[in-house]
C-alpha cells in the first residue's frame, strides 16, 4: 500500500530562518511527488511537483524540494522563511494513477 | 486568480434543507473531483469525473449526490445532512485522468455548517 507520512503536524519558525518540511512515502515503483501550500480558507495550491526530471525541483514563493530516492524523502525546503509563509503544507504522491496527500504540516512563523 | 470557481463560500444549513454546491473551470481540464476536508482528518477523496463519466465513488453516503453536465461543471447536491458532514468542500480539476501527473487545480472551498 501507498502512504505518505509528513513528520510534525506543526512546525515554527522565526521569520528569516530556514524552513525544512518532511515528507516520506511509501511506494513499489518511482511516483509523482507534489507539495501544495493552503491558506486560510482558501483551497490548495500546488507548489511544485517531480515528474522523473530533475531530482532538485524549484517552486512558486522562493520553495524547493529535492527528490532522494534512496531515502524515499521529498523534504520541502525556503533558505529564509517570511511572514506570508505561515500556511498548512500537504505533501502528495500520485502512483497507479492514484492520488494520496499527506496529513499537512503547519508552518507559523514568528515575528 | 483560481482557474477553479466555487459557489456558495460559505453555506449554513438545516439537516432537513436541500442545497447544491456548485463548481466551474476555466482551463479545459478533462477531469473533476470532490473532496472534503475536515478538522483533523486526511483530505477525502469523495468523487471523480472523467470526460463528464463518474469513475470513482468513495463509498460516499447517499445524502451526496454529484452531477456532472459537462467537462466544465461539477455539482454537488445535498439532503438530510448531518452535523458531522459540517467541513470544507473542495472541488479540483486535473487536465489528465486522476491527477496522476500534473496534479489537481483546486477551488477556494465551500465552507459548509450543517445546523
Known amino acids: 500500500a501507498q502512504s505518505v507520512t509528513q513528520l510534525g503536524s506543526h512546525v515554527s519558525v522565526s521569520e528569516g530562518a530556514l524552513v525544512l518540511l518532511r515528507c516520506n512515502y511509501s511506494?513499489?515503483?518511482?511516483?509523482?511527488l507534489f507539495w501544495y501550500v493552503q491558506y486560510p480558507n482558501q483551497g490548495l495550491q500546488l507548489l511544485l511537483k517531480?515528474?522523473?526530471?530533475?531530482?532538485l525541483v524549484k517552486g512558486i514563493n522562493g520553495f524547493e524540494a529535492e527528490f532522494k530516492k534512496s531515502e524515499t524523502s521529498f523534504h520541502l525546503t525556503k533558505p529564509s522563511a517570511h511572514m506570508s509563509d505561515a500556511a498548512e503544507y500537504f505533501c502528495?504522491?500520485?502512483?497507479?494513477?492514484?492520488?494520496?496527500f499527506g496529513s499537512g504540516t503547519k508552518l507559523n512563523v514568528k515575528p | 486568480e483560481t482557474g477553479v470557481t466555487q459557489t456558495p463560500r460559505h453555506l449554513v444549513m438545516g439537516m432537513t434543507n436541500k442545497k447544491s454546491l456548485k463548481c466551474e473551470q476555466h482551463?479545459?481540464?478533462?477531469?473533476m473531483y470532490w473532496y472534503k476536508q475536515s478538522a483533523k482528518k486526511p483530505l477525502e477523496l469523495m468523487f471523480v469525473?472523467?470526460?463528464?463519466?463518474?469513475?470513482e465513488n468513495n463509498s460516499v453516503p447517499s445524502r451526496f449526490s454529484p452531477e456532472c453536465p459537462n467537462s466544465s461543471h461539477l455539482f454537488l447536491h445535498l439532503h438530510t445532512l448531518q452535523p458531522e458532514d459540517s467541513a470544507l468542500y473542495l472541488c479540483?480539476?486535473?487536465?489528465?485522468?486522476?491527477?496522476?501527473?500534473?496534479?489537481?487545480?483546486f477551488g477556494s472551498g465551500t465552507r459548509l455548517t450543517v445546523v
Open positions: 479540483a480539476s486535473s487536465q489528465d485522468p486522476e491527477a496522476s501527473k500534473g496534479g489537481y487545480t
Open positions: 511506494s513499489s515503483v518511482p511516483p509523482y
Open positions: 517531480y515528474t522523473s526530471a530533475a531530482t
Open positions: 502528495a504522491v500520485s502512483v497507479f494513477n492514484k492520488f494520496y
Open positions: 482551463l479545459g481540464h478533462n477531469a
Open positions: 469525473y472523467n470526460f463528464k463519466e463518474q469513475t
